[in-house]
């Protein structure tokens, strides 16, 4: 097992140093560079800045160097923890990211405990109750989960929050807590915050994985080791959790590996429409300004995330299913 | 008035440089510093103030220590947000009497040009302190010349505005509180950008100044001549605006920079002004921004009512939702007049098609597709009868401000007439869509360009597109990222007609779009190129034009303020017989809100960047009439 | 021999696949659902009352208007009311019905010209005589005065197409990937295997985002149209490339591929006539359920400005509108977009899990 | 192959309290979405004490759904069951109307695994693949008797050892995946034994292996059904296995018993034709392999459209019209002790086959 983990990541590197070319190309494709764009922003806040005050910025920033030599100074530094210097902030990139990070993961990991809580005895009472009205009606609401754009979820949970709840939301901390130093009554407030994202966020991925384990459970309910069970005189309660849901749930570890990421880059949109301090919205806001390293550090992490994921799922799989063995 | 009065009355207090002042007034200071100073941690207020502190008189009232400023600020590269407040010039703009603007004292506490009006000699304020305490003096105005204006590694070049006719100006200590600025021709100008441009190195990306705190920046300094970008990053950090260590003449100084998420800014102790009670200010502890990256949310913190005082970002179409909350939220909008002028330009030089050139160069042309446009109702639709209609004239707010009589005024819906005026330069002929025909046989084909997507501008346009319509003349509208709009405009000049603002307050400050005198001037574009390479490049313009590029060269050096006002309704005049640009509807408000809570913020004002709205309205005598002072320096 | 019983349970099991799909009611209303919808894509122009620019410029944020057939004095054919505008305390302008003006429904109006199938017409459905600056808005217009059912209208054009022809191009691209790649096997296999684990080793959607915000702002409408969907289908074919190359290699260890290349049958001809059928069932569902979620990103892409961009129409366009707090507070109804995207997603959905449950008609 | 008994002994005369399982009338439907279909019509059954019972069929004629129906494993709904099935837990007792108990009753429960044991046909899939071995078959101790894990962990391994698994302690640890057919089998069979119950069904429990492994798990079975004086109902379509393990055979179509008789007689004496078509279709030594299933024509009709009269009628070669295809059921007729035919030509039907 350890040796394959360790096969594993060594041939992640490759696939790091690809991916990394990829990305440092694709956050450099857009014309101009952030000081272009910066002084079309003054220009039309109707401030400005002499063109030469610039360019002595872009050398700082090494703009001036070609290409290549920008990709090399910036993967040198983030082998070594330096994810290179966000222009608007002014600041490193792994400060900015590291700030926003831990709410990001947060958020995600409670979307992810939301999406498990509320999806998979769903999905099981789905199963059991196969074809019935509670099973359709289920169905029906899951699959309008999936429709929704969750942005639009976004949009009626802030208007819900203005116009009826007096306006909490929008943001993770109420006012009195946004800027104080961590305590027990700021978790508190977090908390009582933290749902609304939670839910919008996890609203199509409940309703995905409702599905997936309504139609794994169905697929175990018919193998001859639940009738097994049965016949020896398990209660139908023990045949269901320690049987049916122990194996049909092993696909839905297996993809947890993948969630995490998955979450967090699906909850960019939501966490702009929000308002969130999550690292989403300043990715965003990275692309618009073409904060470059900021963007593509961001990037990277995500494929990092993805890749480490996608081992994750793998060793899971392995740990919950005897039959798979890591070779 | 009363508040010009003080001003005088504390320079004349200066002048007579009484070494040891017996105060007329008792000094108090906010409880956060009182209990520092008792804890030891600060010198008592006396030793803080210089002897004879600045006297600000509140709009209002007399308010009350404490409070916390809520504010939000869209990124980093929105740092007028903060710096606005935190205006502090070597001058400043003040309220004028006839309800304008001037320039006023401020870190200078008085000035005089002599030198048949060549040098500018700077009287500081005696015994200001740094933030640190560090006295302020001469040095730090001397530091930023010679170390950061001078060196190409931090500033480019020297700013065109230190360097009237391309000669850099001098900058000389005469003594420690007197600088002399020496300049090759007359330069009325330099005081008008001591008060724009005369704040604390750098401005964060605006990247200007007058001066920096020499003794915290010395160590910083890069070896002369070395050429390591490394050393150069670590001084900028250091410089930086939103430095919590670094010393600032300021109301208020950042205690917390958290990019991304917010700042903190907490009352400077060593602050050198006071209310007429001697009261330090500012009343206000501190200012809180928060950090916004979607434009929504401020709308959002409006509504419920967690901003006390903002009007940055409020767009005029969230008006009526704005005004829905006043009552629930306690709060009220707040309306600054704007005084730009919005203009649609076409590029006289347009080099894409000769004909075309022509026609746009046509007087009778620009005069139809200006008395097409039916501008009240476009204000009433996209602004809701709030917008003003106006042809490039002075704004009322502007410091050269005067009235233009018996001009000819083409800001008038009379379709008619211009139907006439096309038929009569010989755009009779249509083609089969109903659209005129050039001369050259071709359809009439205009585009304008814009830098905006939506927002009533864009109605605007919109609107003015379906009206050239009417009239037979085919127009399409494309709008473009800023970054095109701008690259198309002031690197190439290949614009058909822009659509864009001129400043109306300080024309000679922001003067691209008055005397064709630069490349982001959309109808002059390629004149101003002629005009700037001295004949070499670019079209050489027609004599109105020339004139107008004389005039400002006139303007920059007249002192005297009737042949000023005498010039100005020249330029004026030139703009409104010969129509360069095409009036449309301007935005002549700016909106915010302020809280009910918030005392001493002045009804009336004009948004403007070069004047730092607020900057100039004193945010230090803003109040909040029901917070609880802080008492310890590290509040939260 | 063994070539002619597989066509023949081929066969079956489409038949199969078209009996139970048929059994499946939910399904048949959700194609017959977006047989509409993309009929209404053709007949855009003819549905719409007016054309998607057509500004009533004193018409600004009306709320949907409905059709009456009770006036006052009785029973009429189908009409609107004129409206008066005023204006209240917060400076917005709002409409009530004017009694006094009544303008009946009139099908086959003449109105805007729009080309339909390559004609240009100014017949519409539906529209009333009204004065110029009056309109039928029955969802209401936007700031602009736009009608909004004409913009739905003409907005499903991008909104619908754009996933349909990101899947096609997907389909192919993973279909031809996936067949290549597990017929050939060897290098090609492994080239194509590594690419699409690059691929998917990038979030999907802060790379959709960042790509989109690559596209210069300068290309044309059409360009910018292709742009965002050859983005939206750069991630979304290698799904489909992994399912086809397995179903491949497991077909091509059978008995009649192996026949066929026994016989001589070049590779073209047995990835053609044998390989391509052999996954179409599985082709099918992939793309059905693929549709959507082009449809979602494209809205949302969209919607953050970062893909289809005004002056171009489509729904996520038209939603960005309700990223404002202002319509969220008065003009709810520009928010209806959205119940487009739902209802089409929707049935989008339906289908795909029919299709999937039909490919496999051996299961309950 | 096929080693047909030349001499067997009689039957026991069976007395009433030597019954251990019961079926009377026994009928299910399933109820779907085109109708109730019926696929048991009417099962009598008896099982006895220590005895191994035969139940023959062809797939579809109902024979799991009969041993399902006993330990009440069916989904009900759709499932539907009607008529009863007595289990004599202890010899003499009162029985226990199975199709009359809640099936997810504790009495259920208790009955199950622990009374009345079932043995599966396919071994792979019939244990959960996430548990070892040792811990199915542990569990069933535990569940049934006052024992401690350890205790029944113990036990477990002992009845590995029982079935003939070498190495029970090591094999106890392993995954279902890690371990051959038979020798699931015999962990099946394990479990099934583990409580000692008074019934054992094994529902094909070979159909799943190889020849070899198929003969030895048949005489472990007969090992320990001897040893541990039990009763099986033995549901296979293999005559053959049949004959080398039963006493008496219960022959069912279309969800009915159509013949019961003892081993002897039904291959010496079979009645019915079909089960003299059965027998027929048993290869034996030398035949060719094309003739394998000559008797019967046809395939089992769709139990939504069962023949009138004698469901066999319309595959009958004795078929006669008018008599065969009359309304209503076929009643059983008395061929001799203990054997029974549904055959309305019974009287004309050649002895002996």
Known sequence: MLTYIVRRLLRLIPTLIVISIMTFIIIQLPPGDFFDSLQAQLAESESRADQQAFDALRKQYHLDKPLWKQY??????????????????????????????????????????????VAIPIGIYSARNRLSWSDYSLTFVAFIGLCIPNFVIALIAMYASVFWFGGSAGGLFSQEYKYAAWSLAKVWDLLGHLWVPVVVIGAAGTATMMRLMRTSMLDVLDRAYITTARAKGLAERWVIYKYAVRVAINPMISIMGMQIPQLVSGSIIVAIVLGLPTTGPLFYRALETQDMYLAGTFLMLLAVLLLLGNLLADILLALVDPRIRLE | MSNRLTCITAVVLGLVMVPVMVPALEYQQAPMLAAAVERGELPPLEQRLPPLPMIVEPVHEIGRYGGTWHRMMKGSSDFHAYSRLVYEQMVRWQVSETGGLEVGPGLVREWEFTDSDRTLRLHLRRGLRWSDGAPFSADDVLFWWHHIANDANLSGSLPAYWKPDDTPMEVVKADSFTVDLRFSKPYPLAVMYLAFKGNQWPLVFERSGFFAPRHFLEPYLPQAGAADVATYATFEQAANDFNPERPVMSAWRVKEWEPGNHLLAERNPYYWKVDPEGNQLPYLDQIRMEIFLNTEMINFRAVTGMLQMQQRHFTRENLPLLRSFTEKRDYSILTYEAAGIRAIMPNLQYPGDPALEKLLMTREFRIALSLAIDRDLINRLCYDGTGRITAMKLHPSAPDYVELTHAPNYAVYDPERARALLDSIGLDQRDADGYRLGLDGKTVSLIMELATV?????????????????????????????????????????????VQGAEATFPLLSSARWFSTSLWCEWGHHWARWHLSGGERGIEPPPEVKRLQQLQAILSVTVDADERKRLWQEVMRNHAENLWVIPLVSQ???????????????????????????G????????????????????? | MSEINDTLSTAGQWQLAWIKFRQNRVALVSGVILALMYLMTVFSGFLAPYGPDHRFARRPYVPPQGLHLFASDGLHLPFAYGLKEHVDHTGRTLFTHDPEVRYTLQLFATGDSHSFLGFETDLHLFGIDSAAEDGLFLFGTDRQGRDLLSRILYGARISLTIGLIGVTISVIL?????????YFGGWVDELTQRTIEMLRAFPQIPLWMALSAAIPPDVDQITSYFMITLILSLLGWTSLARIVRGKVLSLRSEEFVMAAQLMGASHKRVIFRHLIPGVLGEIIVV?????????????????????????MTSWGVLLQEGRNLTTLYFHQWLLLPALFIVITVLSFNFLGDAFRDAADPYTD | MLQIPTQIEEPMTATPSDTVLEIEDLQVEFGTLEGDVQVLRGVDLIVRRGEAVGLVGESGSGKSVTAMSVLRLLREPPARLSGSIKFYGTAGGAPVDLAQVDPGSEQMQHIRGNDIAMIFQEPMSSLSPVFTV??????????????????????????????GIPEPARAAKQYPHNLSGGQLQRVMIAMALACEPTLVIADEPTTALDVT???????????????MNLAVLLITHDLAVVAGFCERVNVMYMGRVVEEASVLDIFQRPSHPYTQGLLHSIPRPGQQHKERFPAIRGTVPDPRQVPQGCAFGPRCDQFEANLCDRAGPVEAVQLGEGHHARCYRTDMANHGG
């Open chain 1, 72 to 117: 090399l100074f910036w993967i040198g530094g983030c082998v070594q923890g330096d994810f290179g210097y966000s222009f608007e902030w002014r600041r490193p990139v792994a400060d900015l990211i590291g700030e926003r990070l831990g709410l990001t993961f947060v958020m995600s990991l409670g979307s992810l405990v939301f999406m498990w809580v």
């Open chain 4, 213 to 227: 492994i198929q003969a030895q798990i048949m005489d472990l079975l007969q090992e320990l059904r001897e040893t």
């Open chain 2, 588 to 614: 002549a408000t700016s909106i915010g809100v302020v809280s009910n809570d918030f005392g001493n913020v002045s009804e009336r004002g004009v948004a403007s960047w070069v004047a730092m709205t607020p």
């Open chain 2, 454 to 498: 939506v927002g009533p501008d864009m109605d605007a346009v919109e609107i003015v597109r379906s009206q050239w319509e009417a009239v037979g003349i085919k127009t399409a509208l494309k709008p473009e990222e800023r970054t095109l709009y701008f690259q198309r405009v002031a690197q190439n000049g290949e614009h058909m007609i822009g």
């Open chain 3, 287 to 311: 793309a059905t359920i693929a549709v959507p979620t082009m449809i979602l990103a494209e809205s949302a892409l969209s919607f953050l400005n970062l893909g289809i961009r005004a002056p």
């Open chain 3, 174 to 182: 993973g279909a031809v990937l996936g067949v290549t790649s597990g």
């Open chain 2, 616 to 636: 100039y309205l004193n945010p230090e005598t803003f109040y909040s009439k029901s917070a609880r002072a802080l008492t310890t320096m590290d509040g939260r």
């Open chain 4, 134 to 163: 040792g811990h199915q078959v542990a569990e069933v101790i535990w569940l049934h008797q006052d024992k401690s894990r350890k205790q029944a962990h113990a036990e477990a391994e002992d009845m590995l050892q029982r079935v």
